[in-house]
């Protein structure tokens, strides 16, 4: 080996530049995944397919209201969720952005289970009524396919869009294009 | 050499062919990187560096300018479909937008001084919106541009530099709508979206007040406040947002105790510069009874506004601080309280302020969009305004124009809707005035004529290229020495014009809004000065309450109007049914609105089954039970078999109208408007009739007529 690297240092200083370049570019690429909460790869009840047309692409899943609403609750009646994977091209540290619409102040949140961990919620941030972007945790990925779960944890909340990106100066403001290369289907 | 062996020397990289392929792999890999940048910009002028993403209208692009003494730097905005390229040049101290109209720069701003940048790097934005552009260095706005743009046009953004001035860390936000609420109803310290600046910030879960003897959360509608006292340096600040947010208005619930200073803030870069309303109690023992509007540039204070109007203490206020088009202004309980202009930050976050020795309550904030356009007319800028004949000439007492035949200057976003603008109009003209959606296909000029003695005010519309047809006209007073403020509204068609005292008004279905035109013919020597476009907020939800239906302890209450449950019928009246409770029958008889309803209001209803049954509904405008002849009444029917609906509207036994709109659907929203002296009918939002039906409000043809009810149906 030390043979080889002696009579080749030339090719070898130069693959070294070469992956330094390379990794170097693939570092300061921005990434911004977003995905239709309807594009998910499982859905389990209670949360459900609304249709909206102030949503992006008309359509938005939901943990129904139930009744009473609010009053004596304990926790969520059940572990509704929806199930969605993707791709991260590049390692490192990204923001989730959520784009929810919640009934009141109880019903703005959702559990966010990533790749099967603790979990933690995102939400609580008193606008209700509209659609509009809260700002959620960061989360450390490696590069590959991970997976995201959004659980029941309050009835009345809405998911349209989520976003994630490593880029965290980044805000998003309106509806966003989903991103179908870094969506994987099952 | 044989290709086997060839490719045998590669794979083992040993021999000639190895120094030649690996310089073949970086070459391709160049080249791919540099197509990369490249992008889509392979079409766009060469020499300028672009971002990796387009901007879609409306966005900011930000970075840092670094260099030594003056920058030099062209940005440009490329649009990507259709609309003017658009240039920020900064050379020689100086910034300023231009338009390329074929290759020739035109300015579409006024130019504005720059600082010089530092080494470390200086901050800067340029914010593009479907209309307005500004550029802000180091916090300050430098200039400002108008070009108009669809929302969503794309536009590739790219500079050059020059001198050592040096472009960093370039990126694109996009801007989008604010809508932000808190009313603080979560566990404390969980959640929310504000950002303790300085000072102490906690939610309370319940208010310490006279009024809770036993604090009970259950007991209360929103026990839930935030609560902030003052940084021992200096104001306690808590901020929410983003620094990009620009022509917004922050309101929030507000209470003090007497040494309580409370505040909001808004444009707020860092401790030292940010706008500010500021206000103490009428009985504090320093700085009392004041209501103040600040700017706070580099940490010197400068009041721009103020008021000897304080809070009493332990009274809750709602307190409201809007900016935009550099124009600041204050509201305490919806009513504007104090005006300023000042143009220093151009953007930045918004947040609550806690001054003085005791801390102050915020509850239920609200952070929305708000637009308001304000120019004193003093300097015109190219681009705000384009002109269409005559000679426009600013100065320090506003625009003078002469023309012989018409003359226009129009400003604005073809999106507007439903405003009213106003203009102070000095001088001779034949016509002098405001258009309502000025370059759209429906304008609607609303003019004073000026004829000595026999001056009026009217309301036109254009009938065709060659003039104006008028649609209702008034006399009025008017002075060409001392002038007078001219006002136009527009609300879905219904078009009202103020001078003085005189009030003309006209229902035009296909207004629709639009920009806004300063409007002469034949003027010798007139002067347009103080123009303004408001948007009127829309009104307050309305809340139900016991006392609405329970007037036993309140009976003030009997005749009270509300928009949240208008209707009351006489037979439960008489026999005290609570309309709050369900109910298993309805009564028969016609239901009337409860209480009085003051100038113009909208009845809506469902009308179902249409086609399906025959049937006849009707409803009745300023009226009350026993005196129907005395309003307006719309009857509605349908037959069994046609998807029509037929409308019949009637004073008295007087015939005023009919109308038949064909439906598609079963069930149809009936829209019965009062407006002004116009009653107008909608069918799913289009206009079947409008005509005037009604006495002007405010002036009965039956003073003596008490307790006049409105909207009967059934």
Known sequence: MKAMLKKHWHLAVLWAVLAVVTAAYVWAARVKIVIEAENYVSITPSMTVGSDKTASASKYVHIPLRRPHGENESGP???????????????????????????????????????????????????????????????????????????????????????????????PTRIEKQTPSYIVRN | ????????????????????????????????????????????????????????????????????????????????????????????????????????????????????????????????????????????????????????????????????????????????????????????????????????????????????????????????????????????????????????????????????????????????????????????????????????????????????????????????????DGLVTCWVDDEPKLLARVDLFGQGRAGLMSAGREGAFFDDVEVQDWEEVADELVSFPPGKWQLQGGQWTPGPKGVRVTSKSEAMATTGRPQWRNYIASVHIAGTAAAAGLVLGAGGEEPVLVAVRPKGAAASLAVLSRADANGWQELSAVQCQYSAKTGALLEASLEDGFVIGRLGTAVVEAFVPSAEGGRVGLYTSGATDLVFKDFTVRFPQPPAPAHLVKEFTDVSQHFEMAEWASRRRGWVNEEDLAKGVNLLQPRMTLPSGPWWSKGDYYADYVVTLPVRNVGNRDFTQTVTLDAEPGWENAGVTVAISGRSGEKTLYFEVRRGEERLGEARVEVTAEETQVACERRGAYVVIRVDESVVWAQPALPAPGRRAQPGAEGERKGEGQ
């Open chain 2, 1 to 324: 050499m044989s290709g086997a062996r060839s490719w045998r020397h590669i794979r083992s990289w040993d021999g000639p062919a190895a120094w030649p392929a690996a310089a073949v792999v970086l070459l391709l890999l160049a080249t791919a990187w540099a197509l990369g940048q490249a992008g889509q910009a392979s079409s766009a002028p060469a020499g300028y560096q672009w971002a990796e993403e387009d901007g879609e209208v409306p966005y900011a692009v930000a970075g840092s300018l670094t260099g030594a003494g003056q920058p030099v730097l062209t940005l440009r905005l490329e649009a990507a479909e259709g609309g003017d390229h658009l240039l920020l040049q900064v050379k020689d101290g100086q910034a300023q937008f231009f338009a390329l109209q074929g290759n020739k720069p035109v300015p579409i701003g006024a130019a504005g001084k720059l600082q010089g940048v530092s080494g470390e790097g200086t901050e800067f934005t340029v914010q593009r919106t479907g209309w307005r552009l500004s550029f802000i260095c180091g916090g300050r706005v430098i200039c400002r541009g108008w070009s108009l743009a669809e929302e969503g046009a794309v536009e590739k953004v790219g500079w050059q530099t020059a001198g050592g001035t040096k472009v960093e860390d370039a990126r694109i936000q996009p801007l989008g709508p604010i809508e932000m609420s808190d009313d603080f109803m979560r566990v404390p310290e969980s959640g929310g979206t504000w950002e303790p600046e300085a000072g102490k910030w906690q939610q309370r879960a319940l208010r310490e007040d006279a009024q809770a003897s036993a604090m009970d959360a259950s007991k209360s509608a929103n026990p839930f406040s935030y609560y902030g006292e003052a940084a021992k340096d200096g104001p306690g600040i808590t901020l929410t947002g983003y620094w990009f947010w620009t022509d917004y208005r922050i309101s929030a619930a507000v209470r003090g105790d007497e040494d309580s200073v409370i505040g909001l803030v808004a444009c707020y870069h860092d401790r030292a510069n940010y706008l500010a309303v500021r206000w103490t109690c009428k009985t504090a023992v320093a700085a009392a009874d004041k209501l103040q509007l600040l700017a706070i540039a580099d940490g010197k204070e400068q009041v721009l506004a103020e008021a000897r109007q304080g809070f009493l203490a332990g009274q809750w206020y709602r307190l409201a601080l809007g900016w935009s």
């Open chain 1, 77 to 171: 009646a059940d572990t509704g969720n929806t199930v969605y994977k993707f791709k991260i091209p590049v390692a490192g540290v990204y923001r989730l952005w959520v784009r929810a619409n919640w009934y009141d102040s109880c019903g703005d949140s959702f559990f966010v289970i990533v790749n099967d961990q603790a979990q933690s919620w995102v939400g609580e941030d008193g606008t209700y009524q509209k659609w509009h972007w809260v700002k959620g945790k960061t989360y450390q990925f490696s590069a590959g396919v991970h997976s995201i779960k959004f659980q029941n944890r309050e009835d009345g909340a809405k998911l349209d869009q989520f976003l994630l990106t490593n880029d965290l100066r980044y805000v």
